[in-house]
């Protein structure tokens, strides 16, 4: 008697904790969807993603510190059976769009991107990094070279490193996409396109073509392709039990 106590004391436990889990993964984003078979987690990457600098006031931002330890939450509850990214960003800081593109193609749970207004600058391997990837035909990307602002110390390691960050980049979305590097570096070097700057802007169409996005997509082939990976992870899951 006291044992089947204990247990039910544990399973009570447990079940705190899942809701506390839960509860927090609400508060953070404030945005999850469900319906009868599944619940998914839906968090926006909006205006510039903010690093270790504030922006001024005034701007909207996505801040990384808020959305790693909602990202980790999220591939350890047991309640939330998928992940969609809505973009509509301007780019930021490389640094801090490369760790959370790290973190989203990391995950295990099954994960898509749908690109809405632009992706641009380090919001282009953002959108790589879920398992699938979708954009409306209306939105576009900007791909252009890494920049800096603020004073530069003009020597070759400053340059050496501005270089070797832009290969990162590069590196990342040709490992989450079907895009060739010598096609992304062709586009970021154009020099015809943007006034104040060389690169490419391209539409949602133009980025299926070179392999950068999977599909043209709006919110119901982005939901749709999601249930469609829940089932495959669910089906994985039963057959290693």
Do not use: W
């Not at 508060?27 to 009868?36: D, F, K, L, V, Y």
């Amino acid at each position: 008697m006291a044992e089947k106590e204990k247990n039910e004391g544990l399973e009570k436990n447990r079940e705190e904790a899942r809701q506390i889990q839960l509860e927090n993964i609400e508060m953070s984003s404030g945005s999850i969807a469900e319906n009868t078979r599944e619940r998914f987690q839906c968090i926006s990457i909006i205006g510039q993603i903010e690093g270790h600098y504030f922006l001024p006031e005034g701007q909207k931002a996505t801040k990384y510190e808020q959305l790693i330890p909602l990202l980790v939450s999220i591939e350890e509850s047991d309640d939330i059976d998928g992940l969609l990214i809505i973009l509509n960003t301007m780019g930021g800081d490389v640094e801090a769009g490369l760790a959370l593109a790290e973190m989203i193609a990391s995950m295990t749970k099954p994960t898509v991107s749908l690109v809405l207004g632009g992706g641009h600058s380090i919001g282009v391997p953002l959108a790589t990094a879920a398992k699938r990837s979708f954009i409306v035909p209306s939105a576009t990307m900007t791909i252009h070279p890494v920049r800096i602002s603020g004073m530069v110390v003009g020597v070759p390691q400053s340059f050496r490193y501005m270089r070797e960050m832009q290969k990162r980049i590069v590196s990342f979305i040709c490992a989450h996409s079907k895009a060739h590097a010598e096609v992304i570096e062709e586009l970021m070097m154009r020099p015809d396109q943007i006034a104040t700057d060389c690169g490419s802007i391209i539409e949602g169409r133009e980025a299926v073509e070179y392999g950068i996005i999977d599909e043209v997509g709006g919110l119901d082939s982005a939901l749709s392709c999601l249930r469609s990976l829940c089932k495959k992870d669910s089906k994985k899951s039963n057959n290693l039990k």
